[in-house]
Nanobody
Framework: QVQVVESGGDLVQAGGSLRLSCTGSGLTFADYVMGWFRQAPGKEREAVSCSNWKGRTTYYADSVKGRFTISRDNANNAIYLQMNSLKPEDTAMYYC??????????????????WGQGTQVTVSS
């Protein structure tokens, strides 16, 4: 059974930092494009950052460039999202996904790959 589990969400003040973690079982992260996505209430899910298995192809949403960093630890089947200089508009449920390299890169479609249940990030002003 495949499981993808996020952790690390919290309530933080604007300007603060958080590190999200994503681990998996029943699959090998090194075989997948790994990504972080977020969805705020009333808004569509958006791609935050994605990385192919070697980390040579990396995507960041314009809104997080220079503040967020994705990293992956294939040996331990984990990926991370370091979030610095957090803003209230970063408030959302953050999801981790493992997606086939043959799917559209960093797809927001929930039919693409394996998704976790999410971890809540709330940034207060």
């Amino acid at each position: 059974q495949v499981q993808v589990v996020e952790s690390g969400g919290d309530l933080v003040q604007a300007g603060g930092s958080l590190r999200l973690s994503c681990t998996g079982s029943g699959l090998t992260f090194a075989d997948y494009v790994m990504g972080w996505f977020r969805q705020a209430p009333g808004k569509e899910r958006e791609a935050v950052s994605c990385s192919n298995w070697k980390g040579r192809t990396t995507y960041y949403a314009d809104s997080v460039k220079g503040r967020f960093t994705i990293s992956r630890d294939n040996a331990n089947n984990a990926i991370y999202l370091q979030m610095n200089s957090l803003k209230p508009e970063d408030t959302a449920m953050y999801y981790c996904a493992a997606q086939s390299p043959f799917d559209d890169f960093c797809s927001t479609s929930q039919t693409s790959g394996y998704w976790g249940q999410g971890t809540q990030v709330t940034v207060s002003s």
